[in-house]
């Protein structure tokens, strides 16, 4: 069964940190490049980080650049999205996702992406 299963979300104060976590089961995520989205309240869901399969290559949105980091470690097959200086608006639902092409963060168009994961909830709040 073809699965993507976040973790690492929960509460935290303005200004600290998270790790989420994107780890696939029944394939293998060499092939694949990995968004991460996220969706607030009320809101579309956004692009906001994308690493090519090899992971040599990563883009950004601006929203989030210098504050988080994606990267991947194929051998566990698993993705990451390391979150600094988090703000309350960045909470949200995050998801990950493969796409079969190369992405940047201006093709980061829903749609583009196979599968997704169940999503996690990040809350910035003190």
């Known amino acids: 069964q073809v699965q993507l299963v976040e973790s690492g979300g929960g509460l935290v104060q303005p200004g600290g940190s998270l790790r989420l976590s994107c780890a696939a089961s029944g394939f293998y995520l060499d092939f694949y490049s990995i968004g991460w989205f996220r969706q607030a309240p009320g809101k579309e869901r956004e692009g906001i980080s994308c690493i090519s399969s090899s992971g040599l290559n990563t883009d950004y949105a601006d929203s989030v650049k210098g504050r988080f980091t994606i990267f991947r470690d194929n051998r566990k097959n698993t993705a990451y999205l390391q979150m600094n200086n988090l703000k309350p608006e960045d909470t949200a639902v995050y998801y990950c996702?493969?796409?079969?092409?190369?992405?940047?963060?201006?093709?980061?168009?829903?749609?583009?992406?196979?599968?997704w994961g169940q999503g996690t909830q990040v809350t910035v709040s003190s």
């Open positions: 996702a493969t796409a079969s092409i190369p992405i940047t963060i201006s093709t980061m168009y829903p749609n583009f992406f196979d599968s």
